[in-house]
């Protein structure tokens, strides 16, 4: 299938409202101090993956430089487009940003039979299984592979400005099940394929843990790696698969020390980490009752490059029946959770340039200066 691309130079994720905006850029500024923003171009594409059609898309900085690659892993019933709010952060301060989801749990699920049903704990049960999961790390695998073909075909473009030395692996809710999985995560029945020495560091988000199976006391010993755990007291998922918010401190607890992190937001919700939200010019529409449609790089790309190439239309997350009020649709965000997500795109931000670039003041920020920030809306933890 053909890639749709689009530019997407100088422009930025929605904002704030108004009001919002001159609390939210004032904590912002007392915080990490990040570049100016890098214009980007964005790809959007199917690759057959083996058995598995893997919806990507691309976000990375324009220019010939040579940019560390981050792999983001959307959640349960997302597209390659979700995150945005991440993704766009990560490459606007120098990052290529690859998200991929396999479309068998892309958002088509909700519009499956079992969701029309409305089983979603069942649902969740069938892809947070063992099965599934060994099924992702296969593709995720595979992807990894498809990056590196293409990074050593000179003539790909976008690719060919990877640095493939430095990876980080990036996941929300059943992406960061995956993720954990590729840190080193002991999970009975499951055998991951050997993933490249090049993945230098971890960040989950909402991350999963259970207590069946492997014993918990073990299950996160050989992780040592770098990771970076994001969650809050708030944090139980819509498909009742996790009820109970603490459990998914579980990881961070047993991992052993060495650059393992805790972002725990005061009240942030599971939707609020999986990092979409709604586009400003729609706010009209949605204050007015109609349906919210997710923030995507084509709305981006229509604004700021208006008759520089084509991007597709955006997806409604939210238009087809009752199975869908479960997934994780975008709305407009508090002022309250506008700093919360700053929090998230700040610490980071700082965590990859500590891990991936070796930077040290980024890691002498993260371990001295985060702390005093985040007071009111975040602590983060460290061993």
Not at 27 to 41: D, N, R
Not at 132 to 157: F, N, Q
């Amino acid at each position: 299938m053909g890639a749709a691309i689009f530019a997407l130079v100088g422009c930025a994720a929605s904002r704030p409202s108004e009001q919002a905006q001159p609390i939210v850029q004032q904590h912002a500024e007392k915080g990490y101090v990040i570049k100016q923003p890098l214009g980007m171009v964005s790809i959007n594409e199917i690759w057959q993956i083996g058995i598995f059609a893997v919806d990507i898309t691309l976000t990375m900085p324009v220019g010939n430089g040579n940019y560390p690659l981050v792999i983001y892993l959307p959640g349960l019933g997302e597209s390659s487009h979700a995150g945005l709010l991440w993704r766009r952060t990560w490459a606007e301060t120098g990052y290529a940003v690859l998200s991929a989801q396999p479309t068998a749990i892309n958002e088509t699920l909700w519009s499956s039979p079992i969701a029309l049903a409305g089983e979603f704990h069942k649902i969740a049960k069938n892809n947070f299984s063992a099965r599934s999961l060994s099924e992702r790390l296969t593709a995720l695998h595979g992807v990894i592979e498809e990056v590196m073909r293409r990074h050593g075909d000179r003539g790909a473009g976008p690719y060919s400005h990877i640095d493939i030395s430095r990876i980080a692996i990036a996941g929300f809710d059943i992406g960061a099940q995956t993720a954990m999985a590729v840190a080193g995560e002991k999970i009975n029945g499951i055998e991951p394929p050997p993933f490249s020495e090049a993945v230098k560091c971890i960040i989950a988000l909402s991350p999963f843990a259970e207590s069946s199976g492997t014993d918990i006391e073990s299950r996160f010993l050989s992780i040592h790696v770098p990771v970076l755990s994001v969650t809050s007291a708030s944090d139980t998922d819509p498909y009742e698969w996790v009820t109970s918010a603490t459990v998914r401190q579980t990881p961070y607890q047993h991992m052993p020390p060495g650059d393992k992190y805790l972002l725990l937001l005061s009240s942030a919700s599971h939707s609020l980490l999986a990092g979409t939200e709604i586009a400003p010019t729609e706010q009209k529409n949605a204050d007015a009752g109609s349906t919210p449609r997710a923030a995507t790089e084509d709305d981006d790309a229509h604004k700021s490059n208006q008759g520089e190439g084509k991007g597709r239309k955006g997806r409604s997350r939210t238009d087809g029946g009752e199975s869908r009020r479960l997934s994780l649709a975008p709305r407009s965000l508090t002022v309250s959770e506008w700093l919360e997500v700053t929090d998230i795109q700040q610490v980071s931000t700082a965590y990859l340039d500590a891990t991936m670039k070796n930077d040290s003041a980024s890691r002498k920020w993260l371990s001295k200066e985060a702390v005093h920030w985040l007071v009111g809306s975040a602590t983060l933890s460290s061993k």
